[in-house]
């Protein structure tokens, strides 16, 4: 990017935080007024959920023998429908607003960057470009207000679910008030993920309407693909970074085609996806430009594209041998080029916080306070160590090893990214530990065969160690146990493996 795009580039991304912390503020909102005014009732029985812990024992017993009636799961259902009548309209204003926004974004930052680079050009919005790329093309499998629709009536199941459970476990009403609001968490995630990918696919596509009109106007211009520097960049996103195409030509890479980043109508290629269509004049192409490191902040900059070709094959292969990025791989990151480096290694994965993020003092009393909670022994953990390359257990010392990525990245909607600190704690300690002999035995055959084995195990491996995490860890919260759980079934899902519910997993994702 010139500075002239990095600036509206920036402009964009204080667009998109600005319409994620108002959807937070949103759901908070939701969360809190379920907590101060949903009333439990039936017949003469009624009180306020936030006044349930100081309830006398007879009208909690009362109460405690009718929760799973149908009346009295109807009577929350209806409190539910009208405290949450406004969450869907607001999400979906403010949704809508940002997306549209991001189109204005696009097309007036294609112009400044036009104007700034010498190309004096001033063309109007299109309104029927506008709709045809913020709803015609969309890639929603349904309409915004359908699909954010889908998300409350879920979170309406899940809250009375967890208020049933919660009266009859006799649980604290603040322990029920965390419940609801990780409830709520699910389709906050959610409308994050809309907004990160819906905004930017809009973005783009208004970058693309400009050069297209610039064009008619007689601008000699074309498009180029910009990829983000860090380890989470997709492959192929990688090995676009950079093309160069006409206009009306698609990138391309190993048969896949699209207009633009975020247009290849593959959930894999598109969701979350962070690249950006550059549109500028011809001559611009080759001139010198600068980049933003992720990994480590630095602005770099180069003299042309020949300068940054170079570079890339350094830096993809740097940022590849020295796993250094948010993502810890998927599986035991074991590989027969590097098998004495990576081997023995059994983790929670996920786009967490960063495993070269220091744990400060802090930090590690929060997480030994997480251990106690689970009821291991702190003897087992190991914190910021230099031998491995995230949080994971080591067959060979038996241990723990926790590092920066044990925090999640709350701003994901993958159940690996934003499980709690105690959820990854219980997937290491009682889902890998109590199998260290098998990966024992494992790990001393190094063989091809044993590895290829190995490496096609890794999913169910991942999968068995979420799941008896969810069924055995103890003082996990519903949110814990469900995001272990959905983290076990996307294991099997990215394999390509259908798995058959039983009664637990039934219970964990239903009520």
Known sequence: MNKFE????????????????????IYKQAADEICRKLEISNGKISILLN????????????????????????????????????????????????????????????????NMSGVPINIPIDT????????????????????????????????????????????????????????????????????????????????????????????????????????????HHRQLDGQVRELEEDFEVNGRKASAPLHFGIPGEDINCRCICLVKPRWDVDSAFTKIDNETGQLLEFEGTKDYEDFKKRYWKSVDKSQKSGIIKVGRQRGISDMNAIKEKHTAAGNRRSPFYELSSDDIEYVKNEIKQIGANADDFVFNSETVRGTC?????????????????????????????????????????????????????????????????????????????????????????????????SRAEEAGISIKYNDFIRRVLYG
């Open 51 to 114: 006044e349930i812990e100081n309830a006398d024992e007879k009208t909690l017993s009362i109460l405690q023998s009718q929760i799973y009636q149908r009346n009295f799961q109807q009577n929350i259902k209806k409190q539910l429908d009208f405290l949450l009548k406004d969450l869907n309209d607001n999400q979906y204003a403010g949704i809508s607003e940002y997306i549209k926004n991001s189109y204005d974004n696009g097309f007036i930052g294609t112009l400044y960057n036009f």
């Open 393 to 489: 257990f080591l067959a060979s010392d038996g241990k723990v090893h926790v590092k920066g990525n044990v925090f999640p990245d709350e701003t994901s909607n993958h159940p690996r990214d934003i499980m709690s600190v105690r959820a990854v704690l219980a997937h290491e300690y009682y889902g890998h530990r109590p199998y260290r002999e098998q990966y024992i035995k494992e790990d001393n055959d190094t063989s091809p065969e044993a590895i290829n084995k190995i490496m096609a195990r890794a999913w169910a491996d991942e999968f068995r160690a979420s799941y008896m995490a969810a069924k055995n860890a103890p003082n996990l919260s519903d949110e814990d146990r469900y995001l272990l759980i959905r983290d076990s079934l």
């Open 128 to 235: 029927t470009l506008v709709v045809r790329a913020i709803y015609i093309d969309s890639k929603l499998s349904k309409r915004l207000y359908d699909e954010l629709g889908d998300d409350v009536e879920t979170l309406k199941r899940k809250v009375s679910a967890t208020v049933s459970r919660g009266i009859a476990s006799n649980m604290h009403y603040n322990d029920i008030a965390r419940n609801i609001a990780n409830n709520s968490k699910t389709g906050l995630n959610n409308a994050m993920r809309i907004v990160r990918t819906e905004g930017n696919r809009v973005y783009n596509a208004a970058n693309l309407d400009c050069g297209k009109a610039a064009k008619e106007k007689g601008v000699d211009d074309v498009k180029q693909w910009d990829s983000t520097l860090d380890g989470s960049t997709r492959q």
């Open 6 to 25: 990095r600036e509206v580039a920036r402009s964009q991304l204080m667009s998109e935080r600005e319409a994620l912390e108002q959807l937070e503020k």
